[in-house]
Nanobody
Framework: QVQLIESGGGLVQPGGSLRLSCEVS????????MGWFRQVPGKEREMVAI????????YHTDPVKGRFTISKDNADNTMYLQMNNLEPGDTAVYYC???????????????????WGQGTQVTVSS
């Protein structure tokens, strides 16, 4: 069984920064496509950024492009989301997700992910 353990959320003022972490533990043989998603009450979960297990392939959605950066440390099986210049519209619960996939593959559809973290609240407010 694969577990995803998230950390790093919190309250920050507009223009501030946060870094989210997602540690992959358990039966991690093989490679995974991974991603960050976010959700606000009453809305569907939306993709923020995705990355291949190798880290070679990444994609950021337009609302966060240039402000957020997804990355992965292969040494400790941890994925990160560096969030800079945060805006009130970024307020949401952020989830990390993983799906068994080929080394350089990314997956954009939330329903295709097999494993999810517990979620971490990010609140951007003055």
């Amino acid at each position: 069984q694969v577990q995803l353990i998230e950390s790093g959320g919190g309250l920050v003022q507009p223009g501030g920064s946060l870094r989210l972490s997602c540690e992959v533990s358990g039966r991690t043989l093989g490679s995974f496509a991974m991603g960050w998603f976010r959700q606000v009450p009453g809305k569907e979960r939306e993709m923020v950024a995705i990355i291949s297990w190798s880290g070679r392939t990444t994609y950021h959605t337009d609302p966060v492009k240039g402000r957020f950066t997804i990355s992965k440390d292969n040494a400790d099986n941890t994925m990160y989301l560096q969030m800079n210049n945060l805006e009130p519209g970024d307020t949401a619960v952020y989830y990390c997700a993983a799906k068994p996939a080929a080394l350089h593959t990314v997956v954009a559809v939330a329903t295709q992910y097999a494993y999810w973290g517990q979620g971490t609240q990010v609140t951007v407010s003055s």
